[in-house]
């Protein structure tokens, strides 16, 4: 049996550590399958040497992240975890280091939470296009609003414009009640409620009636030429190829657009071409274009997503 020992400076990270009822240090022996217990300001793991050490990297690396003001959740246990697992425990400083993206309308700091997300951020401030592909809960619509709404108020531009294609997800709504605004709005409402948590749902309003913040679906943007904006295309995956086209050359002057949307999701009818793909193959050698992938691993949401990711791809493998 092979035991190590990790030595915790303040009584604060003991307790947030172990969690209630100890149900994170509880996780960590699952994922570990070792045995840990603390005595004062020491935590013992015992098991299998490669176990054992894994663990007490995971444990340093989520005493690091309390270090720099985060809180330990599952989804920081797993990923914390999954690093270690592969050998990139070094890689996770990158990820608590970075900084801020803007403060929600409660206060929340917004911050990319993997690597993943980090080089999502960092291509999208880099580059004039980004195409972000990852499948569902790894932020890409959460962090792509994010940074337009910082870059609006940084007056870096004037006006922020998100889209979507208006496609059921295989399922016929039939003739929604109401006014056209009406009628497109059960398509935007994930735009919605990224706006609102950013910005506050009063201030949306006021921004949405000046003009300053347009949600619409894709058909509205043909046409038009986008100049000062910082656009955002989400659900890129159910585009047809000239619909993204059309989109791309949308862009104006002192413009930035995100494009982004989930390969796997695709809820075109059966023959129609996904211009999400085509684009990733036909733009990936262009300069100041970026395409960044986000993975499994970058899943922020309930755990449980992450798990459903994994079986659907091994799914997908055998076939």
Not at 19 to 33: L, R, S, V, W
């Amino acid at each position: 049996m092979f035991e190590q020992t990790v030595e915790i400076e303040r009584i604060d990270y003991m307790t947030e550590l172990f969690g209630n009822f100890d149900e994170n240090i509880k996780q960590i022996e699952k994922k570990h399958n070792v045995s840990i217990t603390s005595h004062s300001n020491c935590i013992k793991i015992k098991g299998e040497e490669t176990a054992v050490l894994n663990a007490k990297r995971t444990i340093e690396g989520l005493i690091s992240m309390l270090g720099k003001g985060e809180h330990i959740t599952d989804q920081n246990i797993n990923y914390v975890s999954s690093l270690v697992q592969d050998g990139e425990a070094d890689k996770l400083m990158e990820v608590v280091g970075s900084d801020c993206i803007c403060i929600t309308a409660k206060g929340k700091p917004v911050k990319p939470k993997t690597l993943g997300q980090k080089n999502y951020v960092e291509a999208i401030k880099n580059n004039t296009i980004t195409i972000g592909v990852g499948p569902a809960g790894t932020g890409k619509t959460y962090l792509a609003v994010a940074l337009a709404v910082n870059a609006f108020k940084a007056k870096q531009v004037s006006r922020i414009i998100l889209t979507r294609p208006a496609v059921e997800a295989g399922e016929r709504l039939g003739f929604l009640p109401g006014d056209l605004q009406q009628k497109i709005d059960p398509y935007l409402r994930p735009l919605y409620d990224a706006l609102f948590d950013m910005l506050g749902a009063e201030n949306f309003q006021k921004c949405q009636e000046r003009g300053d913040i347009e949600v619409a679906p894709l058909a509205y943007m043909r046409g038009r030429t986008l100049d000062d904006s910082f656009i955002i295309l989400d659900e890129a995956q159910n585009t047809t190829c000239e619909q993204m086209k059309m989109f791309l050359t949308r862009l104006g002057f002192n413009s930035k657009a995100v494009v982004t949307g989930d390969i796997t999701q695709i809820d075109l009818p059966d023959g129609k071409k996904s211009g999400l793909k085509d684009a990733v193959r036909i733009l990936k050698n262009i300069d100041d274009i970026a395409i960044s992938r986000l993975t499994g691993k970058d899943v922020v949401r309930h755990k449980l997503v992450q798990e459903i990711i994994k079986a659907y791809e091994r799914s997908a493998e055998k076939k």
